[in-house]
């Protein structure tokens, strides 16, 4: 940060009465720090899209991400790109003005790196377009994982992704995508064969295999270049079958233990999650073959399954259920990697009493096929993901999550950079392990002034 350049606005007795209360109210919270009237009017001179600062109509609508954790952070400014011109124009004028940057796609990062009280946000929700030709599709960034899901399925073509409709496709393939087709075809990131970007010179460019930067921008997020467009080879799938089973309180060891014994190892056209909480559990998963064989397979899961097959579309709407509106929460992540003993299993089922929830993301095939060095996302030789999650007000839901994290992190290691974790220490470690040493090498060379910056970035 170029301190001549970005100056702090005047603290007055209403933001420092707004600081306290939000801080009472255990917010995330940051006073924007402002831009000079001479750098405002060079913004709006180099981009098509709009410039939204603190002084705009519009802007609190424009800064928010998913999280209300983050409703407090205030951006110097949020511009909201209309293509990869745009894009090249802002960071030109960041290097002009020294003016770190942040990119956005859907805004539901777990960590709040999409805004920032210190970075002008790069706003890509604009770049949407989704096409498709010969088994690769062309996503922008801010494409949304239904919406993927629903165009591709007019050429009974999908990619492996996550289960929220709302998520963007830019942050998700950037720290990995892990959904109910992972087992099968991988992390989103592992179908990518090559982006657009616009790194820390300006220069937009055509990033794929034998490029250091490829690498990193499969897994290691968004602190090497700004994405303006993922190609992505899309498999051929026109149908799956799906499971669910419910499990009352008495019954989680069970489930959980029976789950641990079969998801993990199962065949790599079945994905199967676990979710415990302090009420009961629930197994689901998803099949690519016929219902009968799943019916077979979940057996050992006990329980009185819900077993059904339907059009792919129509099952991925079955996960994704209804547009999920803006709210606030805490969570963490952790891998495990070796079976779970009693003594784990006890472990877990005290994390579930926390008021937290543990939701189990069954790894193994696919995912586990490239060598953890071979993408900048190491999580290759893990059983499961553990998300420790709670909806509360914010103090609340952390100390809940510290809490189940704390209860289970003897059993496991690591964490997953999409369940990104503010409060996490070492948390670089935990999301890249023996990759980030290469991940700091490829920052230095790229982008020697840290122009782009999210919170939890590699500097
Ligand atoms: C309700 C919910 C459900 C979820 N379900 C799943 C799931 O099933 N599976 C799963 O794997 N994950 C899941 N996630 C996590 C999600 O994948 C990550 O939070 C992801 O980073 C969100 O991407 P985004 O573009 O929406 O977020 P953003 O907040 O916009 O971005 C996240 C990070 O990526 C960077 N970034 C974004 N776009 C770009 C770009 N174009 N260029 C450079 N950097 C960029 C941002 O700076 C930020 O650091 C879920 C999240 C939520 C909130």
Known sequence: MNR????????????????????????????????????????????????????????????????????????????????????????????????????????????????????????????????????????????????????????????????????????????????????????????????????????????????????????????????????????????????????PRAAREEALAAWDALAPHAPRALTAILTLDSGGASAFGQYLGSEPALRALIRPLGGTPVVGSADYLTVQKRWVGAKPARTTFAASSLYVRKPLTHAARTAFLGAADTGAALILDAYGGAINRPHRADTAFPHRDERFSVQVLSYAPIMVAKARVRHARRLIAPYGSGAYANYADPDLTNALRAYYGANLPRLRRIKHELDPANRFRPAQGIR
Request: some cysteine.
């Open 4 to 247: 001549e350049t970005v100056h702090t606005g005047r603290v007055t007795r209403r933001t420092l009465l707004a600081a306290t209360a939000a801080l009472l109210a255990g917010a995330d919270l940051a006073e924007a720090r402002r831009l000079t009237p001479k750098q405002v009017r060079a913004l709006k001179a180099a981009v098509r899209g709009r410039v939204l600062t603190p002084s705009s109509a519009g802007y609190d609508a424009a800064r928010v991400v998913f999280n209300r954790r983050y409703d407090g952070v205030k951006p110097p400014a949020v511009v909201q790109v209309k293509d990869a011109a745009d894009v090249r124009a802002v960071v030109e004028w960041a290097n002009r003005f020294e003016i770190p940057l942040v990119s956005r796609s859907g805004g539901h990062g777990y960590n709040g790196d999409s805004t920032s009280a210190t970075a002008v946000v790069v706003d890509l929700n604009a770049l949407n377009r989704i096409s498709y030709r010969d088994g690769t599709a062309t996503l922008g960034p801010g494409a949304r994982t239904l919406a993927v899901y629903t165009a591709l399925a007019r050429h009974g073509a999908m990619i492996p992704a996550g289960s929220c409709p709302t998520v963007g496709v830019g942050g998700l393939v950037l720290g990995g995508g892990m959904g109910l087709a992972g087992r099968a075809y991988g992390l989103t990131l592992d179908r990518v064969t090559s982006f657009d970007a616009v790194t820390a010179d300006g220069k937009r460019r055509r990033v794929d295999d034998g490029d250091a930067l490829f690498w990193a921008l499969r897994g290691g997020g968004g602190s090497f270049a700004i994405v303006t467009a993922i190609r992505v080879k899309t498999p051929h799938v026109t149908h799956a079958a799906f499971f669910s089973i419910s499990y």
